[in-house]
């Protein structure tokens, strides 16, 4: 059974920086896609960033040059680095894992099937 456990949220003032790790157990596809969503009740889940097998990244507009995703594969972690944390950065964080593609859609898509619990991220201004 696949398994994806976040953790390393926290409170963190406006500018500061937080990383968070996700540790995946179980999953043994070589081809896939592993994600950092995040979601503020009342909304929409929002994909925040994604990496491949092959290490290609895609982030939203909202993060791109302030996050960072990475993977330490014989480690089964995923990270994601943000920097420069602003207000609206505060949400709960999810790590997601799935295929590398689905019905011909490539990573970056929204078809995740193992998700982690979340860890919460909140930046006070």
């Known amino acids: 059974q696949v398994q994806v456990v976040e953790s390393g949220g926290g409170s963190v003032q406006a500018g500061g920086s937080l990383r968070l790790s996700c540790v995946a157990s179980?999953?043994?596809?070589?081809?896939?896609?592993l994600a950092w969503f995040r979601q503020v009740p009342g909304k929409e889940r929002e994909g925040v960033a994604y990496?491949?097998?092959?290490?290609?990244?895609t982030y939203a507009d909202s993060v791109k040059g302030r996050f960072t995703i990475s993977k330490d594969n014989p480690k089964n972690t995923l990270y994601l680095q943000m920097n420069d944390l602003k207000a609206e950065d505060t949400a709960t964080y999810y790590c997601?894992?799935?295929?590398?593609?689905?019905?011909?859609?490539?990573?970056?898509?929204?078809?995740?099937?193992?998700w982690g619990r979340g860890t919460q991220v909140t930046v006070s201004s």
């Open positions: 997601a894992a799935g295929p590398r593609s689905f019905k011909g859609s490539w990573c970056p898509h929204p078809h995740f099937a193992t």
């Open positions: 179980g999953y043994t596809y070589s081809s896939y896609c």
């Open positions: 990496v491949d097998n092959e290490g290609d990244t």
